[in-house]
């Protein structure tokens, strides 16, 4: 009867130790020599070719600190629709991956709020505390959230503008109006225009749909244009590019991917730099056991001035020596 016992509860055990390693998150799979794989979900908010360097630079820089045979990475995009981003940010955390990387605003807020227990790092966000809503901000989000951000100096961006166009008397601020990161922007650097004593107005658009009609009544009262890092543009700079250069109004963008397509200027950092960076935050997080409520949000180590030849040739805009020519822009 004893061994009739122990062999029930030995069969027990077993059956719950199986049930144990099947619920768990995906954490727990392991590869071929037993060491730990671990899983990582990427939704990026639109393809662009600034979001996609910071996802490869995500990507590379975990391959490298993992290793390859470590680590698996799922990468989704969301086409820049809402409800694409929050449907795959459910679905990893369904799935119980190990961290998240949310690329660009839309997907960090839908990240957010699929789970405040799996690990998300942002990566392309301008401004934390604008994207997440929090008061208080401190360095830190205090959540189970952190990231690189993709924020050139604003007030460096105004002086850039001064410096290229010393007699503009008015600016138009062209974003849309659904990204908050956008509106921060243009608050801080109308804020450095009125410090100069130039005249600005923002230009909103509600969506993609609306950017050709808004670019149009910009390009009638403004002598320059700035653009932020916004979403919404970088996905549709020919139609801005199609107004502003046969109108003459030189454009100043908050980063090179919107400069080289319909812009003149930008202080650009590395987007694949910052993306290599958060790939590293990965790293401290799931395997030296970082705490990522209390991880600062870490910026882009330097910045560049670059410039589109071909649109300032059309538009007869001459650059200082220390400027870069962006790659793919030059004139013929």
Same mark, same amino acid.
């Given at each position: ?7 029930a ?13 099947g ?46 045979e ?6 989704q ?10 449907t795959?940010?459910?679905n ?12 660009a ?5 839908t990240a957010?709020?699929a789970?405040?227990? &799996?690990p998300?790092?942002?990566?392309s ?8 809503? &929090?008061a208080?901000?401190t ?9 690189t ?23 138009g &601020? ?11 922007q243009?608050?801080?650097f109308?804020?450095?225009l009125?410090?100069?004593g130039?005249a ?12 050709q ?8 009262t403004?002598?320059? &244009?700035?653009v ?15 107004v ?5 109004v030189?454009i100043i ?5 919107i400069?080289?397509?319909c ?15 958060a ?7 799931l ?8 991880m600062?949000? +870490?910026f882009?180590p330097?910045?560049?001035?670059k410039f589109?030849?071909?649109?300032? +040739? ?10 870069v020519?962006?790659e793919g822009?030059?004139?013929?």
């Amino acid at each position: 009867m004893k061994m009739k016992k122990m062999t029930a509860l030995f069969l027990a055990c077993v059956m719950i130790m199986s049930l144990m390693g099947g619920c768990g998150g995906s954490g727990g799979e392991s590869g071929d020599d037993g060491a730990k794989v671990y899983n990582i979900g990427v939704v990026q908010q639109l393809e662009h070719p600034a979001l996609d360097l910071a996802t490869q630079g995500f990507i590379d820089a975990v391959n490298e600190k993992f290793g390859e045979e470590n680590v698996k990475i799922d990468v989704q995009n969301g086409q820049n629709e809402q409800a694409n981003c929050a449907t795959i940010s459910n679905n990893f955390v369904a799935a119980g991956v190990d961290l998240i990387l949310a690329n660009a605003t839309t997907a960090l807020q839908t990240a957010a709020a699929a789970t405040n227990q &799996i690990p998300i790092l942002g990566t392309s966000i301008t401004d934390y505390a604008t994207a997440l809503d &929090i008061a208080d901000w401190t360095g830190a989000t205090g959540t189970n959230i952190s990231g690189t951000s993709d924020l050139a100096p604003l007030e460096e961006q105004e002086d850039m503008l001064v410096e290229l166009f010393p007699d503009a008397k008015k600016v138009g &601020i062209l974003y849309c109006s659904a990204e908050p990161n956008s509106a921060y922007q243009a608050k801080v650097f109308g804020a450095a225009l009125e410090a100069d004593g130039i005249a600005w107005e923002a230009f909103t658009a509600a969506d993609s749909n609306e950017l050709q009609a808004v670019a149009t009544t910009a390009v009638e009262t403004c002598d320059v &244009i700035y653009v932020p890092t916004d979403n919404t543009v970088a996905g549709a700079t020919e139609v801005v590019n199609n107004v502003c250069l046969p109108a003459g109004v030189p454009i100043i963008a908050g980063e090179e991917g919107i400069c080289s397509g319909c812009g003149v200027a930008s202080l650009s950092i590395s987007y694949y730099d910052i993306g290599w960076t958060a790939g590293e935050m990965a790293y401290d997080i799931l395997v030296n056991g970082a705490d990522v409520s209390t991880m600062d949000i +870490k910026f882009a180590p330097q910045v560049t001035k670059k410039f589109n030849d071909t649109n300032c +040739k059309a538009l007869g805009v001459t650059v200082p020596e220390d400027y870069v020519v962006i790659e793919g822009t030059e004139a013929e």
